[in-house]
């Protein structure tokens, strides 16, 4: 989400006059978009902050802080980091030009407000954004993990109104995407009124995308396994847009956790759901999301969730160290795990993880499947694509990004599968 948020503050500070520049060349103006989920991603802003100062000298740009840490710690960034001449919560980002121009005036200026009116109703419209787009639908939550800050820096769940969605896809599709990524921090508690007024979920947005003439593909992220509905089920089935893909975060296998984390759901629920979805599209690949460590987790409770990752088989997941984010219940819970013994698990988890990620890819070796062309790879002719499964697809073609291609995946690497297309593979043989 926090791509897509830098794409449209680059469109609404474009439309404004200015010019993005490349990494690492001098600039007026720094936008440091920030993450505010883990302790880590948050003190990042801080190095990076001295590392511009550092390098500009007396030259100094104009610093913005946006995004969730700015949300979170308001003011007290420019207490910490004086060259911070902007603060902008997540929900206040429309006003960044407004926010800029103040700055250039000497004023700090800052706008963490969560208003009533969708920033979206005040963003530009799209521009190009290459073959693969993201478009936020839903944000905030209302789910209130006992670990996260989402409900506090995001603010509550809300929808995106179905027209505003559609349109904004239309404009993506008409600016060159063949992909849209649905995004959302519960994407799949989406709710809204159709053009006709009955209440739709989020499949019937993705049964409507999937009317789109030069829409190809559609995915959707994050997901919470209690918002999986039936009809979003039927329509993996159903619409072959959908990609077999689905990121549906679990956190522990065991259910002591998954209740203190208060995640509403338990280890038997969330494989009922698995199961659900892999009857409707056998060749579904599933993706997830843990935390080793939370407060109290012991050895046999972690246990519990190497047990559920055997169980599930997932074809790609991420696994984080638990983080104590302030102003959350689990921070001062007693029991917290030494990092020595997160260390462990983590590396216990992502080691399981791994090898059935590798078995996944192994899967698909020696097969024909179709990629998408997103940008050129390393090498001369060299173009780097994504299959249905979101594995990244390595091969030497002068089909242009954008292209949907037949592929023959002959090898596979840590990272990335390599393929050869499949007419130059025909050539291939001929020859
Ligand atoms: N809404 C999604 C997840 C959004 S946050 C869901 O509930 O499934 C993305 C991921 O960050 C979470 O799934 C979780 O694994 C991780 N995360 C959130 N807070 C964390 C914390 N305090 N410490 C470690 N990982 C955390
Ligand atoms: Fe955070 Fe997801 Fe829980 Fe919401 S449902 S509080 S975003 S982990």
């Known amino acids: 989400m926090n791509v897509y948020d830098g794409q449209r503050m680059t469109e609404l500070l474009e439309a404004e006059g200015m ?36 390098r500009a000298g007396a030259d100094k740009p104009l610093i913005a802080v946006a995004g969730c840490v700015a949300q979170a710690e308001g003011r007290e960034i420019s207490a910490r980091a004086p060259a911070v001449d902007i603060v902008v919560g997540p ?69 995106r109104p179905w027209a505003a969605v559609i349109d904004e896809a239309k404009a993506l599709v008409d600016a060159g995407a063949c992909e849209i990524t649905l995004l959302g921090q519960n994407v799949n508690a989406w709710t809204g009124e159709d053009e006709a007024g009955r209440m739709q979920g989020l499949d019937g947005l993705i049964r409507a995308l999937d009317r789109l003439p030069g829409l190809a593909r559609i995915r959707y992220m994050t997901s919470h396994p209690n918002d999986m509905t039936d009809g979003l089920i039927e329509a993996h089935r159903d619409v072959e847009k959908l990609m077999p893909f689905l990121h549906l975060p679990v956190q522990s296998g065991s259910d002591r956790i998954l209740k203190a984390m208060n995640r509403s759901h338990d280890s038997e629920s969330y494989a009922r759901i698995i199961d659900k979805v892999r009857i409707a599209r056998p060749d579904i690949a599933i993706s997830g999301d843990f935390i080793v460590g939370f407060p109290g987790e012991t050895d046999a409770e972690f246990e519990d969730t190497l047990k559920l990752v055997e169980r599930i088989g997932y074809a790609q997941a991420f696994s984080f160290k638990y983080s104590p984010r302030p102003g959350t219940p689990a921070a001062t819970m007693d029991d917290q795990v030494p990092p020595a013994v997160m260390d462990e698990r983590l590396q216990r988890l992502q080691g399981a993880l791994n090898r059935q990620q590798h078995a996944f890819n192994d899967t698909i070796f020696g097969r024909t499947i179709s990629v998408l062309i997103e940008r050129d790879g390393k090498k001369p002719g060299q173009r780097i694509g994504k299959s249905p ?8 073609t002068d089909a ?28 291939l043989y001929v020859a």
């Not at 206040?92 to 979206?120: I, W």
């Not at 963003?123 to 506090?152: I, M, N, W």
């Not at 499964?389 to 030497?396: D, H, K, M």
């Not at 037949?406 to 593979?425: E, F, H, K, Y």
């Open 400 to 427: 242009p990004v954008g292209t949907l291609l037949d592929v023959t995946i002959v090898s596979s690497g840590p990272n990335s599968l390599n393929g050869v297309a499949a007419p130059q593979l025909e050539r």
């Open 91 to 159: 929900q206040a980002y429309h006003r960044l030009p407004a926010l800029v121009a103040e700055a250039a005036g000497g004023k700090r200026a800052l706008d963490t407000d969560m208003p009533l009116v969708s920033k979206f109703d005040l963003l530009p419209a799209r521009r190009r954004q290459g073959p693969s787009s993201f478009l936020t639908v839903q944000e905030g939550c209302d789910k209130f993990c006992t670990y996260c800050v989402v409900p506090y820096t995001r603010g509550a769940e809300v929808s």
């Open 19 to 54: 010019t993005a520049v490349a990494e690492g060349e001098s600039a007026d103006l720094v936008v440091l978009n920030t993450c505010h989920i883990r302790e880590r991603a948050s003190e990042k802003v801080y190095s990076d902050i001295g590392r511009i100062v550092k």
């Open 389 to 396: 499964w979101l594995q990244s697809i390595v091969l030497e």
